[in-house]
């Protein structure tokens, strides 16, 4: 079975930064590897993408060039720095695992993130 974990989270001044990890078990090196988030009384949104071989990542207009996607294979572990960070990133960040790019079988528990303005 496949889990996800996330870490990392927590409070921060706007402005700031914080490196979310998510440690997966089972085969991670065949997993395409996503990011989401959910603020408060919102949908689920995407943030960011990598393909297995991080050859390929992807990131949503509003985090672009502030969010940094990123994996370690022989960790198991893919991680998102996030920059320059404003009060409406504040959300639950969640990563998601998938054998097919931007087709996600597997989710973890979600790691707060809260910015302060």
């Known amino acids: 079975q496949v889990q996800l974990v996330e870490t990392g989270g927590g409070l921060v001044q706007a402005g700031g930064s914080l490196r979310l990890s998510c440690v997966v078990s089972g085969p991670f090196s065949s997993y395409a590897m996503g990011w989401f988030r959910q603020a408060p009384g919102k949908e689920r949104e995407f943030v960011a993408a990598?393909?297995?071989?991080?050859?390929?990542?992807s990131a949503a207009d509003s985090v672009k060039g502030r969010f940094t996607i990123s994996r370690d294979n022989a960790k198991n572990t893919v991680y998102l720095q996030m920059n320059s960070l404003k009060p409406e990133d504040t959300a639950v960040y969640y990563c998601?695992?998938?054998?097919?790019?931007?087709?996600?079988?597997?989710w973890g528990q979600g790691t707060q993130v809260t910015v302060s303005s």
């Open positions: 998601a695992a998938g054998r097919v790019w931007s087709k996600y079988d597997y």
């Open positions: 990598i393909s297995w071989d991080s050859r390929s990542t």
